[in-house]
């Protein structure tokens, strides 16, 4: 059986389908969820949905029992992520799973960024747990800037502090169906994947594929990062997060959310989603 954690969150959710496409039997997918209510629809696809909560190792023992392969999807609590991850991969081991792919982020063991210093951990508890493992280090993600769309064109400016660097985003589904590539087949034990999208682009890149889809005009506006962050609290961003997203940004200007690796690409099968087919799916939602 395989198991998903987060089973309801956009990955989640996208993981599964893109299972059940490649015929994976509903019934050989396990959806952890803290709250089984919300999983209805899995439940009546076929899929078993079992309680599974970070701050209760007890539920991710009875959640785990039969799986084979885990995929542990990253908790965006960033006050405790290291410690929920750690409970889960007790719980994986004490229950005899043969793999667990855990989605981490590029460069895990080499970049500075903020963001990477809880990924990094988790990947050295999955090591040293003895069980077997896949590293998926995701890229950014496209929908980290088409989430914010309305906004965007009624201000007619991106602000970032990611200067000209250049980033290789895909899209969650991407993501996804490299997830499931992974689950469903063989020969991906010990391996680590740098997983982002074909196209490299600057955050003027985006502005300007924005503005000629948009026909508004919509221009990249760089800020110092401490400068960003205050501007992120302003909006109403956590002070913890603005401080990792305008870190982020600066890990953008250094490429380490950049890569050339072409991993995604032959996991799925296929090239990449293109940014400026995201942003026009985006804008005609």
Sequence with gaps: MIAI????????????NALLQRGVPASELVALVRNPDKAADLATQGVQVRQ??????ETLATALQGVDRLLLISSSDIQDRVGQHRHVIEA????????????SILGADRTPMLLARDHHATETLIRESG?????LRNGWYTENYTGTLPQTLEQGVILGAAGDGHFTPATRQDYAEAAAAVLATEGHEGQTYELGGDEALTMADLAAELSRQSGRTVTYQNLPAEAYAQTLTGFGVPEGMAGILADS???????DLATNSGDLRRLIGRPTTPVAETLKAALNA
């Design 5 to 16: 954690t987060g089973a309801t969150g956009h990955l989640g959710r996208l993981t599964l």
């Design 52 to 57: 599974a909560d970070y701050h209760q190792p």
């Design 92 to 103: 994986a081991k004490a229950a005899g799973v043969q793999l667990i792919a855990y989605t």
């Design 131 to 135: 069980v077997p493992y896949v590293f």
């Design 249 to 255: 940004d600066t890990g953008i200007v250094r490429g």
